[in-house]
DNA sequence: CTGAAAGCGCTTACAG
DNA sequence: CTGAAAGCGCTTACAG
């Protein structure tokens, strides 16, 4: 079966290729009556332009490329991912726009397949994930002049329009809430260090520590796996003056704490409070239910790709502030056991 | 900073542009030592071929497309779906070959994406997930001629080559495995009763059930939630003749049925065995562990996406048989309680 | 409002 | 082994 070209819509429609076009694109040079009867053509014969014709003759890619560089094994077990793509999904196709997925191994690849996409014209714009202290990415797309926002800040996208959240003001409330409980020794189970976001929120972690007299306010620092989050558990709650709350960074190692304290027959919430980040469905899948501060995830997801997409036709994106992270109390979170 | 493009490269290394592609695409036509001066101006100067205009040269696109149809909710618990396309893209990228994602409502919408794709000819071929009793995508498939492989099966595929994993033979082992172990109640938790790998699976359970003679081999649909597996699981446990052992068709759903076992003072394993199929690092999350039943989900999808480049490239596909999957015991599975 | 033509950046027969 | 040229299917000034 041979696909439609403009030329075989033309003809059916006796004007040029030309007019053909400008019917398609709405575009004035056509009178309504010959724009409506092209497009009847168009959709008898099932005609859609050629991606690759469109995008050589100057108009764009009309897709945009996102790149995950972290593990798979990481990658398949956090919901956030998944709500995020499905988010820049929804405000995509909307408008028509493929998304460009790769998933590589380190930042090094991740600058290459920019470099790559940029030299074949492959996508309008990017969307870039993950961002780091000094990270490396966002130089080289800011000198290749490859469209792009920055999922993350506030800080660190240096000259790229970037959708944020204040995480510093969603940690603080959750730890004010934990010390209004009656909690002294909250302990915080980090992500990964060198991700920037980790880091404004253990900054916030400290800084909310001593605003409150918490001189414990520990941060330790993980990957985001339920096995490291499980050692790091096992670790806090051995210690002699073990915490009485524990914050962690994903809702993974979050549950991964849960079963440490099932299995040190720690009861949780009357020995110990779980607050988890990144609310998801993960977290009301065990018993009792996590406390967790979450977001629309999706929501963020279409902001950026609206940004973007702003970007790429010509506008200005100062980049946008997007909602903060609320805490959903369940059933993880209650007072501190009395001290005896 | 403009790209540059193959007459950069031509006039640089004072060659025509076709000899620049004969040496980029390693054809002959060009002597070595040319083609080596050539790769090295290219390298230099940074060029990639536009993948527009080689698309529009009759070349391929170098693409391939993947659509899911699912509510994002369920897309992102589910580790399944990333570990898939993690899977996919490594083969991919190795190949140089991008992936266009697409999450779409129904299957109605996923049609109509594909028609559009093949339009555009945005794609070089699509990889076809979550196969129905009467799938309708695959005679859209055929009739457009589009290249196509089918993950799942074996039947169903229509005239499409697909790749498979027989879960016909992994359940049935899972049924003797927990009838050894002294079960007779055993009931099943289903996942959406019109993807065909559950109505395979469920057939299968009813057949080695009535081989073992357990007259009481149940399943009951759900919908791969945790909600719905919780509910289900409520029930099934209310019973006045309850089942000691419960397999459920998603990691997500057993979890949520080990949290209503021990909401209902239920204990796991002494009072009931949990199976989950699915093996993701979840299982390993919760207290106790989850015994489960899987297989190496990257892999799959690397072996699908093979076998679609090898359509691609003209090669006859007859679709593979994967590995089975295995069950891994752990701590959630046990003999039943005596009678007394 | 419409038609004819150039051009986007490649690939690939076709002559030399 | 190499060069000149046509063509892929669009978009977009440029004349009429």
């Known amino acids: 079966m041979k696909r439609p070209t403009i030329a075989d819509v033309a003809r059916r429609a006796g004007v040029s290729k030309g007019a053909v076009s400008y019917a398609l694109n709405g575009q004035p040079g056509v009178s309504e009556a010959t724009r409506q009867r092209i497009l009847a053509i168009a959709a008898e014969i099932?005609?859609?332009?050629?991606?690759?014709?469109?995008a050589l003759s100057g108009a764009t890619a009309r897709a945009i490329g996102l790149i995950l560089?972290?593990?798979?094994?990481t990658l398949g077990i956090e919901p956030f991912f998944m709500e995020l793509i499905s988010g820049v999904e929804a405000e995509l196709s909307?408008?028509?726009?493929?998304?460009?997925?790769?998933?590589?191994?380190?930042q090094d690849a991740e600058i290459e397949v920019y470099r790559r996409w940029w030299g074949e014209r492959r996508v309008d714009g990017v969307l870039v994930c993950d961002l780091r202290t000094g990270d490396r990415r966002v130089p080289v797309l800011e000198e290749l002049g490859l469209p792009a926002v920055?999922?993350?800040?506030?800080?660190?996208?240096?000259?790229?329009?970037?959708?944020?959240?204040?995480?510093?003001?969603?940690?603080?409330e959750t730890v004010e809430y934990l010390y209004a409980l009656g909690h002294r020794r909250i302990a915080r189970v980090a992500g990964l260090p060198d991700l920037l976001h980790t880091a404004l929120r253990s900054r916030a972690f400290t800084e909310v520590g001593q605003r409150l007299g918490l001189t414990e306010a520990v941060t330790v620092s993980s990957d985001y796996t339920g096995e490291e989050g499980a050692r790091v558990t096992r670790r806090l709650l051995s210690s002699r003056l073990r915490p009485t709350a524990l914050i962690y960074d994903n809702d993974v190692m979050a549950i991964a704490g849960l079963s440490v304290a099932q299995e040190m027959g720690i009861t949780v919430p009357a020995d110990l409070s779980i607050v988890a980040w990144d609310d998801s469905p993960l977290c009301r899948l065990v018993h009792p239910p996590?406390?967790?501060?979450?977001?629309d995830i999706p929501a963020y997801g279409g902001?950026?790709?609206?940004q973007l997409l702003q970007v790429i036709e010509g506008a200005e994106a100062?980049?946008?502030e997007d909602e903060q992270a609320h805490l959903t109390p369940r059933?993880?979170?209650?007072?501190?056991?009395s001290q005896h």
């Open 318 to 320: 100062a980049g946008l």
């Open 331 to 337: 059933g993880s979170t209650g007072p501190p056991p």
């Open 94 to 106: 909307a408008r028509s726009y493929a998304l460009t997925l790769q998933v590589v191994a380190d």
């Open 303 to 306: 902001h950026a790709a609206a």
């Open 46 to 54: 099932g005609f859609s332009p050629s991606s690759a014709a469109r």
């Open 69 to 73: 560089a972290r593990p798979a094994r």
């Open 150 to 172: 920055v999922i993350g800040g506030p800080a660190g996208a240096g000259g790229l329009p970037h959708v944020w959240s204040d995480e510093a003001a969603a940690l603080a």
């Open 290 to 295: 996590l406390t967790a501060l979450g977001r």
